[in-house]
């Protein structure tokens, strides 16, 4: 298996682009797993396509657009919409799908309605590339840590999916004092690495296991 844990959807940066294009092939077909929005900003289908439809998505482009620079069309991605699939059509988008993609947003609400969709099985089953960016960056790992922020504002732990377990990830790093606490935190307390992903500008590859650090990464250790 293949974890592709990103900043955000420019999958198309020069920076990243190189490395990407190693794993991304033009025949690949994607599953997103659009279930990362807020409760009080999405409440129907409609709202839901201001954020992923087709027709003006807010991140419909920035998402279809970055799989188009490695030759994968648009008829081959695919958005599971929390609104309108049932478990039994989400689960199919799953196991047609050689790339999961977990979009930003809140992970732990993710998670619940992974589970609430009955998906959580079909996405372990999964063999090939699982990659997303912010929440869909943690949500990879078997326990993530949040810093206080305008969404979670205490340090929490939180369960994942347990895809990787060897480390734990700062995600939009910029150095605070806040997230320097954090890290430090989560090395006393659990006693493993954290990578701390530039704003913007880091993404980590795990290829079965062996750990690349792209672009603008920390590495914290106990």
Known sequence: MINIL?????????????????????????????????????????????????????????????????????????????????????????EKADIIYFPGGLPDRMLERIEEFDLYDPLMRHEGIVMGYSAGAVIQLSEYHL????????????????????????VHYEGTDIQNASIQRVITERGKPVYATTLGAGAIIVDNKD??????????HP
Do not use: C, M
């Open 6 to 94: 990103l900043e955000g959807y420019n999958i198309d940066a020069v920076w990243l682009y190189d490395e990407l294009r190693k794993y991304i092939r033009p025949t690949h077909s994607v599953a997103v797993v659009a279930f990362s929005f807020r409760d009080n900003r999405v409440q129907s289908v409609t709202d839901w396509n201001t954020l992923y439809g087709k027709e003006n998505g807010k991140y419909y482009g920035g998402i279809t657009g970055g799989f188009a620079s490695y030759g994968i069309p648009e008829e081959n991605i695919t958005f599971i919409n929390y609104f309108s699939d049932t478990k039994e059509s989400a689960a199919q988008k799953i």
């Open 147 to 170: 810093s206080p922020d305008e969404d979670y504002p205490e340090f929490r732990y939180y369960k994942g999916l347990p895809y990787l377990n060897n480390f734990y990830l700062e």
């Open 211 to 220: 750990i690349k650090l792209i672009g603008n990464v920390q590495a914290y």
